[in-house]
C-alpha cells in the first residue's frame, strides 16, 4: 500500500501563489489514481482536483481555472498549483490515492490519505 506525505503549505496574501506536494512510497505508483482535497474545521472533505493513470483531470467547480493538479511518476509525487488564492481557498489540505479506474469526487473513493498540510490565504 503506498504512503502519502504532503509539504508546501503555508500562509500567503489573496492572489498569490502556493505548490503543494505529496510525495509516495511503498507501492507502484502508477497504477494509483491521486486527489487532492480540503477541508475546513467543522466542515466535509472537498474534492479539489484529481488525476488518473492516464493524466486525465478532473477539478472542482471553485478551483477551476485556478488550480493544476499533475503527477511526476518517476519522482512519485503528485503536485498542486494553486494560483489566485481566495481566503475561501484557507483549508487542510489532503492528497489521497485509489486503486480504482476513474477519478472519484468523493472521499469514499480514496483508500489511502497523508496527514495534510495547512492553507491560509489572507485577506
Known amino acids: 500500500q503506498v504512503q502519502l506525505v504532503e509539504s508546501g503549505g503555508g500562509l500567503v496574501q489573496a492572489g498569490g501563489s502556493l505548490r503543494l506536494s505529496c510525495a509516495a512510497s511503498?507501492?507502484?505508483?502508477?497504477?494509483?489514481?491521486l486527489a487532492w482535497f480540503r477541508q475546513v474545521p467543522g466542515g466535509e472533505r472537498e474534492f479539489v482536483a484529481g488525476?488518473?493513470?492516464?493524466?486525465?483531470?478532473r477539478y472542482g467547480d471553485s478551483v477551476k481555472g485556478r488550480f493544476t493538479i499533475s503527477r511526476d511518476n518517476a519522482e512519485r509525487t503528485v503536485n498542486l498549483q494553486m494560483n489566485s488564492l481566495k481566503p475561501g481557498d484557507t483549508a487542510v489540505y489532503s492528497c489521497?490515492?485509489?486503486?480504482?479506474?476513474?477519478?472519484?469526487?468523493?472521499?469514499?473513493?480514496?483508500?489511502?490519505w497523508g496527514q495534510g498540510t495547512q492553507v491560509t490565504v489572507s485577506s
Open positions: 511503498g507501492s507502484t505508483f502508477t497504477t494509483y489514481v
Open positions: 489521497a490515492a485509489s486503486r480504482r479506474v476513474v477519478v472519484s469526487t468523493s472521499p469514499g473513493g480514496y483508500d489511502t
Open positions: 488525476i488518473s493513470r492516464a493524466d486525465n483531470t
